[in-house]
């Protein structure tokens, strides 16, 4: 897929991340999804590898119903018993990877700090990716495994009352979308929706996006792919729903508070700040953080700058407050 030049001036990159990103050059002209499937797994797989290793978690493996047959789920426990004795926080996390790849290991790592430090227990599903999957299928997939959870939560340890929608990139577009369907048809009770970084506009028509055409791990060229192969022809069309891209929604009147973050040097940015004024306008309590000079997946790229520990505390900062019951 041929990509148009950058739009300038624009942001640029933070000084503490420039070098690695030079060094991952920038990214294909052409995207293929076998092809992004192999360098997902790449750089997820040692993670995956790291969490199944840390001896201070539980991860249990099961299978669950979903809308075409069974899926795979994990749960992650903290190894000790509950600060409180009694129920512990959930988190139902959607994985990303551009709708097209990775798996619910995917970003999961960071379960095991949810465990140490909010004393929380994890599900993350598989759903469908595309372009196997398209359409509704996906967000069908996530929704299938919330209302799984919400079934089962005391079995699974879960306090009903604290329990967070997660998703991060990909998986924030469905967690946002996952969100609307729980408003729409009903669900469980959601303390609070996590959007990092989120991926919820397939028109690829904002500034941002124009911006950041190019440039490595993930730019609007790629974006554009990843949509298609949900969407098809559609991408870009009036004929897409809010369920398949979470920017369509006229109302987000009713979704519980919400935490979005994005970096200022990526696509999404525009789009993000959009649908947290959007909130705003519709009554929902949100809080938006926009992270000077970091490209998408800064906090992956280049975990140990400023601005990927400051990202990470103000995430852990705002469940907690949302766990306490405190938004």
């Given at each position: 897929m041929a990509r148009s030049a950058d739009r300038k001036p624009r942001p640029a990159y933070d000084p503490a991340i420039e070098s690695v990103l030079k060094a991952l050059g920038h990214g294909p002209d052409r995207y293929e999804v076998d092809k992004v499937r192999r360098i997902s797994a790449c750089r997820t797989q040692p993670l995956e590898a790291a969490l199944l290793a840390d001896q201070s978690v539980r991860v249990e493996n099961i299978t669950i119903p979903g809308p075409r047959g069974s899926m795979q789920a994990s749960i992650v426990r903290p190894k000790t018993d509950s600060h409180s004795k009694g129920l512990r926080p959930g988190i139902f996390y959607v994985h990303g990877g551009a709708l097209i790849s990775c798996n619910r290991?995917?970003?999961?790592?960071?379960?095991?700090?949810?465990?140490?430090?909010?004393?929380?227990?994890?599900?993350?599903?598989?759903?469908?990716?595309?372009?196997?999957?398209?359409?509704?299928?996906?967000?069908?997939?996530?929704?299938?495994?919330?209302?799984?959870?919400?079934?089962?939560?005391?079995?699974?340890?879960?306090?009903?009352?604290?329990?967070?929608?997660?998703?991060?990139?990909?998986?924030?577009?469905?967690?946002?979308?996952?969100?609307?369907?729980?408003?729409?048809?009903?669900?469980?009770?959601?303390?609070?929706?996590?959007?990092?970084?989120?991926?919820?506009?397939?028109?690829?028509?904002?500034?941002?996006?124009?911006?950041?055409?190019?440039?490595?791990?993930?730019?609007?060229?790629?974006?554009?792919?990843?949509?298609?192969?949900?969407?098809?022809?559609?991408?870009?069309?009036?004929?897409?729903?809010?369920?398949?891209?979470?920017?369509?929604?006229?109302?987000?009147?009713?979704?519980?508070?919400?935490?979005?973050?994005?970096?200022?040097?990526?696509?999404?940015?525009d789009e993000i700040v959009l649908f947290a004024s959007r909130l705003w306008a519709a009554g929902v309590c949100a809080e938006l953080h926009v992270w000077p000079g970091g490209p998408h997946g800064y906090d992956r790229i280049a975990p140990d700058a400023p601005i990927s520990k400051q990202a990470r505390e103000a995430r852990l900062s705002w469940l907690r407050r949302a766990l306490a019951r405190g938004i």
């Amino acid at each position: 897929m041929a990509r148009s030049a950058d739009r300038k001036p624009r942001p640029a990159y933070d000084p503490a991340i420039e070098s690695v990103l030079k060094a991952l050059g920038h990214g294909p002209d052409r995207y293929e999804v076998d092809k992004v499937r192999r360098i997902s797994a790449c750089r997820t797989q040692p993670l995956e590898a790291a969490l199944l290793a840390d001896q201070s978690v539980r991860v249990e493996n099961i299978t669950i119903p979903g809308p075409r047959g069974s899926m795979q789920a994990s749960i992650v426990r903290p190894k000790t018993d509950s600060h409180s004795k009694g129920l512990r926080p959930g988190i139902f996390y959607v994985h990303g990877g551009a709708l097209i790849s990775c798996n619910r290991f995917a970003g999961l790592d960071t379960s095991a700090v949810w465990a140490r430090d909010l004393d929380a227990i994890t599900i993350s599903v598989d759903y469908g990716l595309a372009p196997e999957h398209t359409g509704e299928q996906l967000v069908n997939d996530c929704y299938a495994g919330l209302l799984w959870t919400e079934s089962k939560l005391t079995q699974l340890g879960i306090d009903p009352s604290r329990l967070i929608l997660y998703g991060t990139s990909a998986g924030g577009g469905l967690a946002a979308a996952t969100a609307l369907m729980v408003r729409d048809k009903g669900g469980p009770e959601l303390c609070g929706l996590f959007l990092e970084c989120p991926m919820l506009d397939d028109r690829n028509e904002t500034v941002s996006a124009q911006q950041y055409t190019s440039g490595p791990f993930y730019n609007s060229t790629m974006n554009r792919f990843a949509w298609t192969c949900l969407l098809g022809d559609r991408a870009g069309t009036r004929d897409v729903s809010q369920y398949e891209a979470p920017a369509r929604a006229a109302d987000l009147e009713g979704l519980p508070p919400t935490f979005l973050d994005c970096a200022s040097a990526e696509p999404f940015r525009d789009e993000i700040v959009l649908f947290a004024s959007r909130l705003w306008a519709a009554g929902v309590c949100a809080e938006l953080h926009v992270w000077p000079g970091g490209p998408h997946g800064y906090d992956r790229i280049a975990p140990d700058a400023p601005i990927s520990k400051q990202a990470r505390e103000a995430r852990l900062s705002w469940l907690r407050r949302a766990l306490a019951r405190g938004i």
